[in-house]
């Protein structure tokens, strides 16, 4: 009754969801298109005996990767298919996976559009990657005997209490959790809330983003940009490069003033700043906020390196942040610095860069608790906390060697979930397979 409940109050409030679709679509075209995908109504061509990975956005996208190259390998004959929610997802998704997936969105969560969808890819099994708990979509599945996994599951506190507050919404999710054939979690800590909320089968099976290895090319161009930049004639024997990564709305402004406060104005010279907004609709917005602050900025766009007098390179583009680790010293992880559950910084410590975090990292906490333990991260309590640790590690390359050397360690020590995942998924499939 309940479901019921909420699938007729989903499809009321459908001409309002599209009404915020064509809304956001002012700043994000991508979000006007493939709009009947979002109701199960498909162009692509038909599949059959599908692996169907579900990744919401860029996030879970990149760390898809992973996965996507394991069921290559154990299941050779099988199309895979990649559902996002996002247009910035399913942009990444094309650009990492276009000749290895089919690519569409995830349909709205209605009875009739998810049947539509298994319809016309016939799933052998259902893959969710980290926290997608949807009901309907969970509920038809159970009927047509698709194995739904949840993999990589990670579950805040935050999320757990938001997901337990809501009686109904509770009840609902109970149902849905106990209805997944198995959670592959990331840590006990979150096997332990996914249990709180009524799953019934739960492994822990590590971090899949530790298994990603550095776009090669990526890492190639970051590093032939870093030589480049450090060999132009300067004023100093050295520049050095710090990188803001995955930067979120609001943080932009703060690490700036950070910046300008830590950093006097010779200093300032000695040392490019790089800004990486996580959102690529929010580029131009992040140029006139380094505008505002007075510092002489460049865009990545422009398509040549900055010179010495640029303080700022705005890194303007997608699919490159593998390059913009090979470029920087020292990287700062976005999403830390506001109330919102911190960005991966596995990324830096898998390319041996010391990085720094805020204090709002609820959605990596097990993670970077380790790292902390382990030497290879540095957390902070603010922005202009987070400058002066930057300060100390430009200026002293013994220490960001040591640190280095321990996120090296670190990411190499907590490989191996993405193979634990594979046998969970092979027991849950056909064993003919």
């Not at 969970?138 to 337990?164: D, F, M, W």
């Not at 990292?361 to 991260?377: I, M, P």
């Amino acid at each position: 009754m309940l479901r019921l409940i909420y699938t007729l109050l989903f499809a009321l409030a459908t001409p309002f969801i599209l009404a915020r679709l064509w809304w956001q679509g002012r700043r994000e075209p991508g979000y006007r298109q493939y709009i009947a995908e979002r109701f199960g109504y498909y162009s692509l061509p038909p599949l059959r005996d599908t692996v169907w990975i579900h990744a919401v956005s860029v996030g879970e996208v990149r760390a898809a990767a992973a996965l996507v190259a394991a069921c290559e390998k154990h299941f050779p004959q099988l199309p895979i298919l990649l559902t996002c929610m996002t247009p910035t997802g399913r942009a990444m998704a094309v650009e990492l996976f276009a000749h290895r997936a089919t690519i569409a969105y995830l349909p709205y969560d209605l009875p009739s559009a998810v049947g539509r969808l298994l319809a016309h890819f016939k799933p052998r099994c259902l893959l969710i990657m980290e926290t997608e708990i949807w009901f309907n979509l969970v509920a038809v599945c159970r009927r047509e005997k698709i194995p739904v996994l949840l993999v990589n599951g990670r579950l805040s506190e935050r999320s757990r209490n938001g997901y337990a507050k809501f009686a109904p919404i509770r009840l609902l999710t109970q149902d849905a959790l106990a209805a997944i054939t198995v959670i592959a979690a990331q840590s006990t800590a979150d096997a332990a809330r996914f249990l709180a909320l009524g799953a019934r089968h739960v492994v822990v099976t590590g971090n899949m983003k530790f298994d990603l290895s550095p776009d090669v090319e990526a890492v190639a161009r970051g590093a032939a940009w870093r030589a480049s930049i450090l060999a132009a004639p300067t004023k100093t024997t050295r520049r050095h490069v710090l990188l803001a990564a995955s930067t979120r709305e609001g943080e932009e402004a703060m690490l700036l003033e950070a910046f300008c406060h830590v950093f006097d104005a010779n200093a300032r010279r000695d040392i490019l700043l790089v800004i990486v907004p996580r959102h690529p609709q929010r580029f131009d917005a992040v140029l006139q906020i380094i505008m505002a602050a007075g510092l002489s900025v460049a865009r990545r766009s422009a398509a040549r390196l900055p010179d010495d007098d640029i303080q700022v390179w705005l890194g303007d583009s997608m699919g490159e942040m593998a390059a913009y680790y090979a470029l920087c010293d020292v990287a700062i992880i976005g999403g830390s610095f506001e109330a919102l559950g911190g960005q991966n910084f596995i990324e830096a410590a898998a390319l041996g860069k010391p990085a720094i975090v805020g204090p709002h990292v609820f959605n990596f906490s097990d993670a970077v608790r380790l790292a902390k333990n382990a030497g290879a991260l540095m957390q902070v309590a603010d922005a202009d906390s987070a400058m002066r640790a930057a300060q100390s590690l430009l200026y002293d390359a013994a220490q960001q060697r040591e640190i280095g050397v321990a996120a090296l360690q670190f990411t190499a020590m907590h490989r191996g979930a993405t193979e634990k995942t594979m046998g969970l998924i092979t027991d849950a499939m056909n064993p003919s397979l």
